[in-house]
Every structure is written in C-alpha cells, then in structure tokens.
C-alpha cells in the first residue's frame, strides 16, 4: 500500500487542491500520515489484519482447489467453486494484491487464475509495531533447472 507523509498543513493544501481539480486524487495516495514510523507502525497492524481476514477457511480452500483444478477462466472456477463470479473476483482481486494469486492469459480475453504463493508466514509482534508478513512464491526454475523460491516481505 503507498502512503504520503506530511504535515496537517501539507495534508490541507492538496486537499483543497483536489477538491478544485478531482483528477489530482487519481494518481495519489489514500493514506497520509505525519511520518514514515508512524506509517509503518499504522500499515504492518493493518495488513496483519487484512491477511488474516482475506485467508478465511473459504478462501483457503478456494486456494486450494484452483491450485488442484487448474481452471482456465473465472468463470469455471465460479463453476467448481458454487460461487458468483462476481464476487470470486473481488476476492481474486484482493488475493492478487496481496501476491497470493496471478492470472495467466489465454486466447480472446480469458485470464485463468493461479496460486503463486507457497507459503505466507505472519509473524504479529503483540507487545509492538514489529509484526511482518511474507509471502512465498515459487519462482522461475534455476538454469539448472532447480526450483527457486523468492520471498517479499511487507
């Protein structure tokens, strides 16, 4: 997630600024805040949250079941699933932000989705603002053809 740092005054400012040009707000940040700790300390909480919230029971098991069938679009994933494809996309969406799920092309406009990570670890910090989460992803094979693996932390 992008965030702004800056004071009240600053935050003030481009507000009016946006309020006088609303395409100003499409290319910025929805987050502000005084400073870079206090960001940090405010985003790690949040997506803490946000991922124990998006790995419901529900959504693992849809993980799952895209990982094992494969589908080749949404719409036969909202087949094998028993769910609306309108919201398998939503939550798809918030999977692929959080480096969980990609989509490949295929012919026309179909987009199949696949499971990228391996393995997502969370480590909460419950006496301060030091949690971490990190998603495992299976990378691209070695030139000597071994299984690599590349990690990103947040």
Same mark, same amino acid.
């Given at each position: 997630?992008?965030?702004?740092?800056?004071?009240?005054?600053?935050f003030m400012r481009w507000t009016k600024r946006v309020v006088a040009e609303p395409g100003l707000a499409t290319a910025e940040p929805k987050h502000w805040f005084d400073s870079a700790t206090t960001a940090e300390t405010a985003l790690g909480a949040r997506a803490a949250?946000?991922?124990?919230?998006?790995?419901?029971?529900?959504?693992?098991?849809?993980?799952?079941?895209?990982? /094992?069938?494969? !589908?080749?679009?949404? =719409?036969?994933?909202?087949?094998? *699933?028993? &769910?609306?494809?309108?919201? @398998?996309?939503?939550?798809?969406?918030?999977?692929?932000?959080?480096?969980?799920?990609?989509? /490949?092309?295929? !012919?026309?406009?179909? =987009?199949?989705?696949?499971?990228? *990570?391996? &393995?997502?670890?969370?480590? @909460?910090?419950?006496?301060?603002?030091?949690?971490?989460?990190?998603?495992?992803?299976?990378? /691209?094979?070695?030139?000597?053809?071994?299984?690599?693996?590349?990690?990103?932390?947040?």
């Amino acid at each position: 997630m992008t965030y702004r740092t800056g004071t009240i005054g600053d935050f003030m400012r481009w507000t009016k600024r946006v309020v006088a040009e609303p395409g100003l707000a499409t290319a910025e940040p929805k987050h502000w805040f005084d400073s870079a700790t206090t960001a940090e300390t405010a985003l790690g909480a949040r997506a803490a949250e946000a991922m124990v919230k998006l790995l419901s029971e529900e959504n693992i098991a849809l993980l799952r079941l895209i990982a /094992e069938k494969r !589908p080749a679009s949404l =719409r036969e994933l909202a087949a094998l *699933a028993d &769910r609306k494809e309108s919201n @398998l996309s939503r939550t798809l969406k918030k999977l692929r932000e959080a480096g969980i799920v990609d989509f /490949e092309d295929s !012919p026309g406009r179909v =987009r199949a989705p696949r499971v990228i *990570a391996r &393995r997502i670890t969370l480590a @909460l910090d419950l006496a301060g603002p030091t949690s971490r989460l990190s998603v495992e992803r299976d990378a /691209e094979p070695a030139e000597d053809g071994a299984p690599q693996s590349r990690t990103a932390e947040r």
